[in-house]
Structure formats: structure tokens, C-alpha cells
Antibody, heavy 122, light 106 residues
Framework: QVQLQESGPGLVKPSEALSLTCTVS????????WSWIRQPPGKGLEWIGF???????NYNPSLKSRVTISVDTSKNYFSLRLTSVTAADTAVYYC????????????????WGQGILVTVSS | DIQMTQSPSSLSASVGDRVTITCRAS??????LNWYQQIPGKAPKLLIS???SLQSGVPSRFSGSGSGTDFTLTIVSLQPEDFATYYC?????????FGQGTRLEI
């Protein structure tokens, strides 16, 4: 079955950019939506945004000015870039799949990565 | 944004009990409601999509119902592995939003 794995630095300095990659195995990024979700320590889940395999993106307005999600269908991974980070961006970041081949509902997260803790600190 | 409110925030129960968790949306979301289970240190796991569709491999003791603004997740005959945090999530409109979670404790 599909497996997702996040990778990237676990420590980022304030004001710098956070960059993470999600590698998809036993599946292809050439279809479906691909999403990022985060969870601050001890808190709930926040949807960051998604990218459709065609390149169409949709971001949470609370982060929109700082977020970019991209996909490389030839290499089967998608990425998250979050700029100008602060301590409030410290969280476990998850990547997940939304199994909508045609772009239409229903939308839900069926496969998740294990998550990666990113700490923002000098 | 559509606000999702779960109740209760925490719940104590025993093995074999039946529990119900409620999720209320700030506006009608039709049936665009999903439920996830999260065990500490693990990624959330999809239990139910579209309000009541049980995912493959999820035990039948889990069930979901509701539409519009009010939804419920019911677990009958609680098992030890069910003690976790449960989240509802709406996918009716972006930004997709989650409830604050319900922690189910022994």
C-alpha cells in the first residue's frame, strides 16, 4: 500500500525558511491531492494546504503568505516550504494523501506519513 | 472558516463500554465529515469518511452518523487499543478544519 515519508531538518532558526519533503512509495504523485498538516506539541491538527497532481494549490489563509507546496511527479515527491518561521511554527509536520483522482469530493486523508518534528529555535 | 467543536474534550471509560463523541460544525457541511484516531506519538488514522463510511480494516464497533451540522462517532464495546484521541475534520470548504480533539482515557 501507499507509504509516505517526511524528511528535512529538525531544527530551523527563527526568520529562516522551513523546507520538508514527502516521498511517496508504492504509489504515484501523478494523481490525487497531496497535503501537509501540522500539530504543535500537545495541541490539535492544522491543515496547511494541498497540491493537486496537476499543480493546482490551495493554502490555509492563516499561512498563505508564507507557504509554498510543490510536487515533482517524475520523482514521486512533494514539498513544503514555510518562510519567516517563528517559535509558533514548532510542530510535528505530516504529509498525507487525499484520494480524489478527478479533483471532486469526497475529500479525506487516507494515508499519512509518520510525521517529523520541526523545532524553531536559535 | 468553518469551526468544528467536539464534545466532550475528554472522556473516561472502561473496556466494554459504549461511548459517543459529538462534533458540531459552525455551518452546514452536508456529509463532508471525517473521523480520525490518533495514538500518542503516531500519525492520525482515518476511521470514517463522509460521515458514516467505515474505512477498510477498521473494526465494525466504530460507527459514524449525522449530516448538516451535527455528527457523532460511536464506539461500542471499547477495546484497550481504542484509548486514544479522536478528531473530526470537515472537507466541505477550504480551509479544511479539525475539531480540537476528544481524549478517550481509561
Amino acid at each position: 500500500q501507499v507509504q509516505l515519508q517526511e524528511s528535512g531538518p529538525g531544527l530551523v532558526k527563527p526568520s529562516e525558511a522551513l523546507s520538508l519533503t514527502c516521498t511517496v512509495s508504492a504509489g504515484s504523485t501523478s494523481s490525487y491531492y497531496w497535503s501537509w498538516i501540522r500539530q504543535p506539541p500537545g495541541k490539535g491538527l492544522e491543515w496547511i494546504g494541498f497540491i493537486f497532481y496537476s499543480g493546482i494549490t490551495n493554502y490555509n489563509p492563516s499561512l498563505k503568505s508564507r507557504v509554498t507546496i510543490s510536487v515533482d511527479t517524475s520523482k514521486n515527491y512533494f514539498s513544503l516550504r514555510l518562510t519567516s518561521v517563528t517559535a509558533a511554527d514548532t510542530a510535528v509536520y505530516y504529509c498525507a494523501r487525499v484520494p480524489s483522482r478527478d479533483g471532486y469530493p469526497p475529500y479525506y486523508f487516507d494515508f499519512w506519513g509518520q510525521g517529523i518534528l520541526v523545532t524553531v529555535s536559535s | 472558516d468553518i469551526q468544528m467543536t467536539q464534545s466532550p474534550s475528554s472522556l473516561s471509560a472502561s473496556v466494554g463500554d459504549r461511548v459517543t463523541i459529538t462534533c458540531r460544525a459552525s455551518q452546514s457541511i452536508s456529509s463532508s465529515l471525517n473521523w480520525y484516531q490518533q495514538i500518542p506519538g503516531k500519525a492520525p488514522k482515518l476511521l470514517i469518511s463522509v460521515a458514516s463510511s467505515l474505512q477498510s480494516g477498521v473494526p465494525s464497533r466504530f460507527s459514524g452518523s449525522g449530516s448538516g451540522t451535527d455528527f457523532t462517532l460511536t464506539i461500542v464495546s471499547l477495546q484497550p487499543e481504542d484509548f486514544a484521541t479522536y478528531y473530526c475534520q470537515q472537507s466541505y470548504n477550504t480551509p479544511w478544519t479539525f475539531g480540537q480533539g476528544t481524549r478517550l482515557e481509561i
